[in-house]
């Protein structure tokens, strides 16, 4: 407790990246340079496929989105880090089963249970694939809280004031700071993230994204650089998105309906 009998309050960074893809070894040897947390999203219903029409919608054919396959992700890849849940086959949840719970408890369980077996980890959340307001609803949501481990999913929607720095309200929808894409604004938004004294609440800034998004526009050197200056700041605390989870649970609900 600080000396004027106040609350102390905290700043907290985490970032996540989606579909288990071997970019995410780049990443990883960054965050390990540097001591950062972070959260890999991970399809087991995808092991080993390559989706070269991403590189093709982006306007960049060629660019690389090649899943790692089970041997390797069970040989100890992402050991150290964050691994949860992306579904078995990233469907849109409300686009594909909006009505159907045992689909959604089949895409969304048997995920968190292949990343379990393959990790010796149980995973406590996801993030939507697609990311979308309409790719998720709250029968989608009620279905997933009450069948399955999960207990917070993000959503590919930045948070509308995200210089606020805002924690979720609730975590079943909870919205990124900026999207690693970003990067410029991921930047400016760290310093001032950085310079930020928290007066009256904790604060959060988080950062999400794709590892092909750091070789689609040439963002690995701003990347890193990114990490190295979060990483620096002493009064920042880095945190995977289970380990936010895990301080915040009985504080923010898991649903807000």
């Not at 469907?91 to 895409?107: C, V």
């Not at 200056?229 to 605390?237: E, G, L, N, Q, R």
Request: aromatic letters at 12%.
């Amino acid at each position: 407790m600080p000396e004027n009998g106040r609350k102390a309050f905290s700043k907290y960074f985490t970032m996540s990246f989606d579909d288990g893809i071997t970019q995410d070894a780049r990443i990883m040897d960054i965050c390990r340079k540097y001591n950062m947390p972070c959260t890999f999203n991970l399809n087991t219903g995808l092991f080993g496929v390559n989706w070269p029409w991403v590189g093709e919608v982006l306007g960049k054919p060629g660019l690389s989105h090649q899943r790692y396959t089970e041997e390797e992700i069970r040989s100890g890849i992402y050991n150290g880090f964050d691994a949860e849940v992306h579904t078995l086959c990233h469907p849109s949840l409300a686009g594909n089963y909006g009505d159907n719970a045992e689909a959604l408890i089949h895409e969304v369980g048997d995920d968190a249970k292949n990343i379990e077996a393959l990790t010796g980890v149980a995973p406590l959340g996801m993030a939507y694939p697609g990311g979308r307001e309409e790719d998720t609803s709250p029968f989608v949501i009620k279905t997933i809280v009450e069948n399955t481990p999960v207990r917070f999913a993000r959503l590919a929607v930045s948070q509308k004031n995200p210089e606020d720095f805002p924690l979720p309200d609730c975590f079943m929808k909870w919205y990124p700071s900026l999207a690693v894409v970003e990067m410029a604004r991921c930047k400016e938004l760290a310093k001032s993230f950085i310079a930020a004294v928290p007066v009256d609440r904790d604060l959060l800034f988080y950062v999400w994204g794709h590892g092909y998004d750091l070789d689609s526009e040439n963002l690995w050197d701003e990347f890193e650089e990114l990490v190295a200056m979060i990483s620096a700041a002493p009064d920042v605390k880095c945190v995977s998105n289970a380990d936010f989870y895990t301080l915040f649970k009985d504080k923010i609900p898991a649903v807000n309906f």
